[in-house]
């Protein structure tokens, strides 16, 4: 038995439970969460940032008008770090034993987000915000659920997160430079 503070581990069970199950891969008994909850709640996630992507991907071609290159820039990078966050929740959803679930015929069904094309360059730039304050509710709400029980799934949407929450700072700048109005209170 290893000790260190009050920190102990039966080594010997570790190291003998650690041959057993091996069609499990990363997924070891002391996983805390419910692993079905888990893929589904990630799967929903999935969902989520496909229709973000597609999304600023739209926007990013359809945006016109004066101001709209550098807006057009802007959405290209968040539809790539939308992408990049679909990848990292797949990969979860993989090590957790489970499929992805890419099938665009139930992606909107699943998504937190909706895909709004947005008539001006001004709505795409509102949707988009309006996107992301839903993906960080929902991604808050997320790692709260997840908190000790699946600490891996629980840093990697703390990073997804973040990444949200820059967009959504990126978007209220956009509106505000757009429509020449601060909107937010102090």
Known sequence: MATTGSFSSDIATIRKRAREHLE????TPNYGGDVETAI?????????????????RFHAVAATGLASDSVKEEF???AAEEEQ???WIAERINQL???PDMDPAGVSGRSATQFVEGSNLVDMIRENLVAERIAIETYRDMIRYFADKDPTTRTLLEKVLAQEEEH???MHDLLVAH???PMLGH
């Open 24 to 27: 499990r891969g990363a997924l």
């Open 40 to 56: 589904a709640l990630l799967n929903e996630a999935v969902a989520t940032e496909i229709v973000c992507v597609l999304r600023y």
């Open 76 to 78: 290209a990078e968040h």
């Open 85 to 87: 966050h679909l990848l």
């Open 97 to 99: 034993g489970g499929k």
């Open 168 to 170: 959504a700072n990126d």
């Open 179 to 181: 429509e020449g109005r």
